[in-house]
């Protein structure tokens, strides 16, 4: 199938287009293999020809479900229970025994659900069968996971958990801001979190593994900063890296509200603090370490990822892979005891599914799963295929060299910068040919028909029977600038600013326009506007502003062609440009703009370069404004569709609530008022500004200070929806 329509499409569905592969769970109901017996024969023509492997055991324990979890978890289950569990897991453990005679163990985790939250003595029970049925390599490093509240609460299980050979431990935090933790629903309070780690520092594990998470929906950039910052200084040896993955959790309606930008910028971020603060990674990877050579990650993880080892995964809802097979453990659909149970008790592998794969599935198996890290080992992957990987995917490999996503270095083939921002549109180009399909019928999904008479409707209605337009979306990007290296300004004294680019291609080659461009297939006009801004000029937003549908006849030179047009705030974080795609450059104009009876003139200045436009303006009965351009030294009708994203930032409700976007979230009322007049174009007085604002703000009980002035009061925004944003 054609690379670039893959590669588009995993970034539409970038919250399915990732390394959890199959993509869902019915994807691989075509290699089911069936019957007891044909299980039984299955994994033991599998596991005969396997040399070593990996094991992982599954806790499915949690005292309460978190709102972001994918894994199997049982809830609040009591002691009788666990200790139940544990005998089904000896069980089970003994079922496999027989197949596992004389191969290797190299890596060996505890992980689930909240392993810590068994009893000691359970846990030495598992590792004890462990030892006696498995041959584990003594250089494994055993890892555990743990939550902060158990290692806060108790250091004796902690010291004892070590004492059973456990070398590392893992424990999530995934962030520390309050508001976020509750949204969650997860247990446990940020104070704790120090106390935890003082806990493992004096149980002696030699490596200490910090989880967290980004791309929820109500998480800002800001508390993201804060989160890594509170984990770089509990100093633990490794940091990882989790994407939110809304698939299958209670989480999965906001899905749609994340855009993919915003992941990218978070990631970025991310890998900014940490690789500043003295953990390595190759750009791309989740896995951050501070210990050299080290690839973060357990043993166990690591062996899968690289080299795609095969792994035995024990307990409720398990997953194993092996070299031709893929299997789940009961539970991992019902999230229930019973059925495991049953199966153990009559002595039958406790499966829930086990799929005989082709050699191509096992390869995009292997391969989804190296995204973990970046890369993906040449070496490796012929190792365990007996095939280069340019041999099998030379299209792919082409598309991502030409489209400099990946890079040959080192006998890998790893990520780019750009590669790792557009991982969910690579990740599936190595997806089988029937995991493509099932990506690409993902997004042609439609709504069955209601009735017998609409199907029919349906069957004979010709959409190309009538005559359409092309849709584009076009981007006013605007910000408040201080900085003025570029122009002839007084240092110092803010500006408003629009993103301009300079048109790389005909009409219009070599003038100044907004960002923006095409609707692709299936694409929604917000998602495009997001792409087509970080395309052309390298910015990641997530908030639009609808504008409106821009449609005048002849607005285009290409023919028939409306546009969507969005506002989008630029707030004082990240506002470096990076001119890409159409663009030839892309560059932050001053904006000034005067109004005079029925005409607004723009103008607009970056170093020498200054532009104008004139515009006819007229309210219709609505009260509307609309535009006649009378003269435009910008491309399209572009002059325009900045002019109405400037009324609907002076409206006054528009005003109100757009303007805290220009700012950081704290802010005092000085700098606010600064922002309402650049937008207006006029001063305002102080004393009337301060009464009518101060209804919307809350304050902090922070002020100013070193400024030379009165210590100014610190504000934020009061909460409120925004429900005009995208
Ligand atoms: S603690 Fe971990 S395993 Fe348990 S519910 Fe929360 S995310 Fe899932």
Redesign the pocket.
């Known amino acids: 199938m054609e690379a670039s329509k893959v590669y588009d499409t995993g970034l539409l569905y970038h919250h399915y287009a990732n390394t959890a592969y199959p993509l869902t769970p019915g994807s691989f109901g075509a290699y089911r293999v069936s019957g007891a017996e044909g299980v039984k024969r299955q994994l033991e023509a599998e596991w005969g020809r396997v040399e070593s492997y990996c094991l992982y055991v599954h806790i499915p324990f949690?005292q309460?479900?978190?709102r972001?979890?994918e894994?199997t978890?049982l809830e609040g289950a009591g002691e009788e229970t666990e200790a139940e569990y544990v005998d089904l897991l000896l069980r089970e453990m003994e079922l496999y025994a027989p197949l596992l005679r004389g191969k290797r163990v190299m890596g060996f985790d505890i992980g689930?659900?909240?392993p810590l939250k068994l009893s000691t003595g359970e846990l030495a029970r598992i590792v004890a069968r462990a030892r006696a049925l498995f041959a584990v390599d003594p250089a494994v490093m055993w890892s555990i996971e743990t939550?902060p509240v158990i290692a806060a609460r108790d250091p004796e299980k902690l010291r004892a958990v070590r004492e059973l050979g456990f070398r590392r431990i893992s424990m999530?935090i995934q962030t520390v801001a309050p508001h976020l933790l509750a949204e969650l629903g997860?247990e446990g309070e940020p104070h704790i979190y120090e106390k935890a780690v003082r806990h493992i520092r004096q149980a002696g594990f030699e490596q200490f593994n910090v989880d967290l998470m980004y791309g929820f929906l109500k998480q800002s950039d800001q508390e993201l900063e804060t989160t890594l910052r509170y984990a770089v200084a509990l100093k633990p040896t490794q940091i990882t890296l989790y994407r939110n993955r809304y698939k299958g959790t209670k989480l999965e309606a906001e899905a749609g509200g994340v855009s993919l930008y915003k992941a990218m910028r978070q990631y970025r971020l991310a890998y900014r603090i940490l690789t500043e603060n003295g953990y390595h990674a190759n750009i791309g990877k989740n896995t951050f370490s501070r210990l050299e050579g080290d690839w973060g990650t357990s043993d166990y993880l690591t062996h899968r990822v690289i080299e795609g080892m095969p792994y035995l995964g024990l307990g409720l809802g398990a997953q194993s892979f092996g070299l031709g097979y893929l299997s789940y453990n009961e539970g991992a659909a019902t999230k229930r005891l019973d059925q495991y149970r049953d199966k153990v008790m009559a002595g039958i592998f406790p499966l829930q599914d086990v799929y005989a794969l082709p050699q191509e599935e096992c390869m995009a198996k292997m391969l989804a799963v190296c995204f973990y890290f970046g890369f993906v080992d040449l070496q490796a992957f012929r190792r365990r295929f007996g095939r280069d990987l340019q041999e099998v995917y030379p299209d792919e490999v082409r598309f991502v060299l030409d489209r400099n996503l990946m890079e040959f270095h080192d006998g890998k083939l790893m990520l780019t910068p750009r590669g790792a921002d557009f991982i969910n549109g690579v990740i599936p180009l190595f997806y089988s040919e029937r995991s493509k399909q099932e990506l690409l019928r993902l997004y042609e999904r439609r709504r069955a028909p209601e009735s017998e008479g609409e199907r029919n409707f349906l069957a004979t209605y010709s959409i190309e029977a009538f005559d359409r337009p092309s849709v584009a979306t076009d981007v006013v990007a605007m910000t408040i600038r201080h900085e003025t290296a570029d122009s002839y300004r007084r240092p110092g004294r803010p500006h408003l600013s629009v993103l301009l680019i300079r048109r790389a291609e005909h009409p219009f080659m070599g003038k100044w326009a907004l960002p923006g461009g095409f609707l692709r297939h299936g694409e929604a006009v917000g998602h495009c506007a997001q792409r087509e801004l970080f395309e052309e000029a390298g910015l990641s937003v997530e908030a639009l502003h609808p504008l409106g549908c821009f449609s005048e006849p002849g607005r285009d030179p290409r023919g028939w062609i409306l546009s969507n047009a969005f506002l989008a705030v630029v707030g004082t974080a990240d506002r470096s440009l990076l001119a890409g795609d159409d663009a030839m450059d892309a560059q932050w104009f001053d904006l000034d703009f005067h109004e005079e009876n029925d005409r607004l003139t723009l103008v607009f200045t970056h170093a020498q370069v200054r532009l104008e436009a004139s515009l006819r303006l007229t309210r219709n009965r609505f009260g509307q404004f609309a535009f006649g351009t009378l003269s435009s030294e910008l491309a399209f009708d572009h002059a325009v569709i900045i002019a109405t994203a400037l009324k609907a930032l002076q409206a006054g409700d528009g005003l109100r609530r757009l303007a805290f976007a220009f700012l950081p979230a704290e802010f005092t009322i000085a700098e606010l008022q600064t922002v309402h007049e650049l937008l207006l174009g006029r001063p305002l007085l102080a004393a009337n500004f301060r009464r009518k604002i101060l209804p919307f703000l809350s304050p902090t009980k922070r002020t100013t200070s070193g400024a030379g002035h009165r210590p100014a009061i610190i504000y934020t925004k009061q909460q409120e929806n925004d429900n005009n944003e995208l």
């Open positions: 949690c309460s479900r978190c972001f979890c894994y978890v689930g659900g909240t939550t999530g997860r």
